[in-house]
């Protein structure tokens, strides 16, 4: 023998709607009103910015030539702001925030490095990871790309901040960014939930 219950509303005792239906199959959960139900959304913010210009020598903080990458963007969520180098999150969360930093040059240089640094209060950084690339050692153009990445819990938008390093070992080479319509230099950054 099978049971069959039909309902349109299942409520809890003080009446609120825990899961309604519209008839066709499909449910809604009410997840406020349900207690030790893990709920997400999935990803609810992402972006990219790029150096838009080189530096030569790089920089212990890349403090300009930022802009918001914009072309055939698949940005979600208002993005980041940036101001001097110091990149703000438009809301809190636990985000992914990666780095790659090109280096270009004809110099001695063997390596670089690419770093994240990160505050908590608005005011002191600490560098929070680092990446390194082999840069060679020739007379003909160089090109090396250092890769590094951390996860950064956004607990308070207005202290919670992230900046961008790229240096090589050295002279000679640049961090290297251009105007055009591809990415080289660049940070990402992903919302992946709640904090």
């Given at each position: 023998?099978?049971?069959?219950?039909?309902?349109?509303?299942?409520?809890?005792?003080?009446?609120?709607?825990?899961?309604?239906?519209?008839?066709?199959?499909?449910?809604?959960?009410?997840?406020?009103?349900?207690?030790?139900?893990?709920?997400?959304?999935?990803?609810?913010?992402?972006?990219?910015?790029?150096?838009?210009?080189?530096?030569?020598?790089?920089?212990?903080?890349?403090?300009?030539?930022?802009?918001?990458?914009?072309?055939?963007?698949a940005r979600i969520g208002s993005g980041m702001t940036e101001s001097s180098g110091t990149f703000t999150f438009p809301?809190?969360?636990?985000?992914?925030?990666?780095?790659?930093?090109?280096?270009?040059?004809?110099?001695?240089?063997?390596?670089?490095?690419?770093?994240?640094?990160?505050?908590?209060?608005?005011?002191?950084?600490?560098?929070?990871?680092?990446?390194?690339?082999?840069?060679?050692?020739f007379t003909n153009q160089s090109i090396g790309t250092a890769v590094?990445?951390?996860?950064?819990?956004?607990?308070?938008?207005?202290?919670?901040?992230?900046?961008?390093?790229?240096?090589?070992?050295?002279?000679?080479?640049?961090?290297?960014?251009?105007?055009?319509?591809?990415?080289?230099?660049?940070?990402?950054?992903?919302?992946?939930?709640?904090?």
């Open positions: 023998m099978t049971g069959i219950l039909k309902v349109d509303q299942w409520k809890d005792s003080g009446d609120n709607a825990l899961i309604t239906s519209d008839g066709s199959g499909a449910l809604t959960f009410n997840a406020s009103s349900i207690t030790g139900v893990a709920t997400t959304n999935g990803i609810t913010g992402t972006d990219i910015w790029k150096l838009t210009a080189s530096i030569s020598g790089g920089a212990t903080t890349i403090t300009s030539n930022w802009a918001q990458w914009n072309t055939d963007t809301e809190t969360g636990i985000w992914f925030v990666q780095f790659n930093a090109e280096f270009r040059g004809t110099g001695g240089s063997r390596y670089a490095e690419a770093k994240i640094a990160v505050t908590t209060n608005n005011s002191t950084y600490n560098d929070r990871a680092y990446a390194y690339t082999s840069c060679g050692n590094v990445s951390t996860i950064i819990d956004v607990t308070d938008t207005s202290n919670v901040k992230v900046r961008f390093g790229g240096q090589p070992s050295a002279s000679g080479y640049e961090l290297y960014g251009s105007s055009s319509a591809f990415i080289q230099t660049n940070a990402k950054f992903i919302r992946l939930g709640d904090t």
